[in-house]
């Protein structure tokens, strides 16, 4: 008996099942490949170092990765080349809880501490520049946070702040700190939200949250006027735009999966800004995506204690592979 024919007679069944049970990546599947112990392997930290709870990750201008971590056996801000050399770090006992890090156009630091209340901004070395909010007070006027996620920026340097888990508002800044406005209310109408989790801007200065339980993206003009929602991305953890409007996800199905699987079984897409359409997804676990601004790799900060560092690429057995099972209405 020809033992490779009787191999393949076994495994048709199990193909044609697969093609008819896998559920499609939305746009096709993203061809990347993913190193999923970036900044620890190689092991160039202090020693003993590792990461806890990686809650955000985002890159400079010149290549540098900046991770925000909540464990103890690290600094909370830990910096890496991108091959994922250390280079320096700071933080140590500076926060409550690290939540949110983005870099502005002069890479600057900007952290959301959503334990003390609080936003900060460094410069690239770690030299606190300006800090807003009341250590360990939690209220909603135009001098406190409760609870900050995101920032994200606009091109004359105000800036946008997601408060966040206690207050459900945008708050507007000025790239001095000083408080142009807000908007927001908790609910589920235009305009109101239920954890705006996530906070980007394009390049026409329309500003997009993820009102993460209400499972939708809202759409807003730059002070704050409704334009439109997007309902079908489930519950987004965080959104990234980069200077050409390319737009990054990484997202549940929906709040109940989010909460639930603690940031697992979670989906990175790629959007298209004008409409919403999904162009491609893959899966990752995640709390925080970047594209890296002197390269086409993508970050993850995930609460697993992980960053994934994704980039293109496919190997070619697997590329066959997934030919083979690829949903017939899926395409590469």
């Known amino acids: 008996m020809d033992l490779r024919k009787l191999a393949l007679a076994a495994a048709i069944p199990a193909l044609m099942f697969a093609q008819q049970t896998w559920y499609p990546h939305e746009g096709g599947l993203l061809k990347y490949r993913v190193q999923i112990r970036f900044g620890e392997e190689p092991d160039t930290m202090p020693d003993g170092w590792k990461f806890g709870r990686v809650s955000a990750v985002a890159t400079d201008s010149q290549g540098l990765v900046y991770v925000f971590q909540r464990g103890p056996k690290a600094d909370p801000i ?10 320096r770090s700071w933080g ?4 409550g809880n690290p939540h949110g890090l983005r870099l502005d156009r002069d890479d600057n630091v900007w952290i959301t501490d959503n334990g003390d209340h609080q936003v900060m901004k460094f410069n690239r070395t770690g030299e606190l520049l300006l800090k807003l909010g009341v250590k360990g007070k939690a209220a909603t006027d135009d001098k406190t946070f409760n609870r900050p996620t995101d920032i994200a920026f606009a091109a004359n340097g105000d800036v946008y702040i997601s408060d966040g888990y206690g207050n459900s508002r945008v708050v507007k800044i000025n790239k001095d700190g000083k408080y142009l406005l807000t908007w927001g ?147 590469p």
């Open 185 to 331: 209310k908790r609910g589920t109408g235009p305009g109101e939200f239920n954890i705006p989790h996530s906070v980007a801007t394009d390049s026409r200065g329309n500003v997009y949250v993820s009102d993460r339980e209400n499972n939708r993206i809202q759409i807003f003009d730059g002070n704050g006027k409704f334009l439109r929602q997007w309902n079908h991305l489930g519950a987004t953890q965080n959104i990234f735009i980069t200077p050409k409007d390319e737009m990054w996800i990484i997202t549940h199905r929906d709040n109940i999966e989010n909460i639930t699987y603690d940031t697992l079984a979670g989906r990175i897409m790629k959007i298209d800004i004008g409409n919403g359409k999904i162009l491609g997804a893959m899966e990752s676990p995640g709390h925080w995506i970047t594209a890296a601004k002197s390269s086409t790799d993508l970050y993850i900060g995930s609460l697993t204690g992980n960053v994934f560092r994704w980039y293109p690429g496919w190997m070619a057995g697997a590329a066959g592979a997934e030919e083979g099972l690829r949903p017939n209405n899926a395409k």
């Open 92 to 95: 140590k006992g500076m926060f």
């Open 78 to 87: 830990v910096v890496f080349d991108a091959k994922g050399k250390y280079v």
